[in-house]
């Protein structure tokens, strides 16, 4: 006989997460990538100096983002998101869109 397991939610906001992908078309069978943020902005300086370019603010404010850009709802009619925690694991969602 087993015993039975409780396992604990652990919330936190979006800011705090490592990165979240946005599929603005998904398929059911295949995530493709279209939107890519880190909120957590801890490394943007040691990333920025590595690439040795200048990038307007705007781009760095949009990848350190919560929020995704707009995009128009594609043929599927659904959208996924991958959050990803602190030790690689990923949450996958899919939303049927209107």
Not at 68 to 96: C, I, T, W, Y
Request: charged share 30%; with cysteine; hydrophobic share 35%.
């Amino acid at each position: 006989m087993f015993d039975s397991i409780t396992m604990e939610n652990d919330h936190r906001a979006g800011t705090d997460v490592p990165a979240w992908f946005l599929d603005t078309e998904y398929n059911g069978l295949c995530f493709h990538v279209d939107q890519v943020c880190f909120p957590r902005t801890s490394a943007w300086e040691n990333l920025k100096r590595s690439l040795r370019q200048t990038y307007e603010e705007s781009v760095w404010d949009h990848l350190s983002g919560s929020t995704s850009a707009p995009f128009e709802a594609g043929e599927q009619r659904k959208v996924a998101v991958k959050v990803f925690d602190d030790r690689g694991n990923e949450l996958m969602v899919v939303k049927d869109l209107p």
